[in-house]
């Protein structure tokens, strides 16, 4: 049922989270799903907690970025990024990191760190030319980090790319994992704001 619900209604589907919490709290992915409804409705105190709880028991750090993004909800950006160094990168899936890198990025600027938080987001990930899952946001992220610090014609074609790579990889198999679109011609993109057009090219 929280699947089903949780673009819809959040609020219905964490009382779902909690219905199973009441009858499982023992059980690690139940109180990472209360976590998550807890986050998607904005009660970033009791996510923590949940997330604390589901980290202990599966020992798992998967969920790390959203405890970073829940440490910044209750309005500690510092105590955000303390948790975030405290992990090994190394050790997480690739689409964990880039979701930790953006949260870190998001803690920056919380403090006014513009500039290292734009830091934050130059990781091995972030590559222009290719579109996998994690790109769309990774891109946005930067976009944005990059209209703050004043450069606005670079964070104009960020977000462009960010839209191409939506585009195309909405455009392709699901399954697939990687896709490979045209290069922007970073001209037209800086002046003009009428779509470029891009293509997806799979890659196996």
Do not use: C, N
């Amino acid at each position: 049922m929280v699947a089903q619900l949780i673009d819809d209604d959040p609020q219905l589907a964490h009382e779902h989270a909690l219905a199973a919490s009441r009858r499982a709290g023992r059980v690690g992915v139940v109180r990472e799903t209360v976590a998550i409804t807890a986050y998607a409705t904005g009660d970033y105190a009791l996510a923590l907690r949940e997330l604390r709880t589901y980290r202990r028991i599966s020992g798992s750090d998967d969920q790390i970025a959203m405890m970073v993004d829940s440490e910044r909800g209750v309005g500690r950006p510092d105590r955000a990024l303390e948790v975030g160094r405290a992990v090994d990168r190394s050790t997480l899936p690739i689409e964990v990191r880039v979701e930790l890198a953006i949260a870190m990025s998001g803690a920056r600027l919380d403090l006014g760190e513009t500039e290292r938080a734009l830091q934050e987001l130059d990781i091995p990930e972030l590559d222009p030319d290719r579109a996998f899952s994690w790109s769309p946001a990774l891109f946005a992220a930067r976009a944005a980090v990059l209209e703050d610090l004043g450069r606005s014609e670079e964070a104009a074609l960020w977000q462009r790319r960010a839209l191409v790579a939506e585009e195309a990889l909405g455009a392709t198999d699901a399954d697939r994992e990687l896709i490979v679109v045209d290069d922007i011609d970073e001209d037209a993109a800086l002046e003009s704001e009428a779509p470029a057009d891009g293509k997806a090219e799979e890659r196996d």
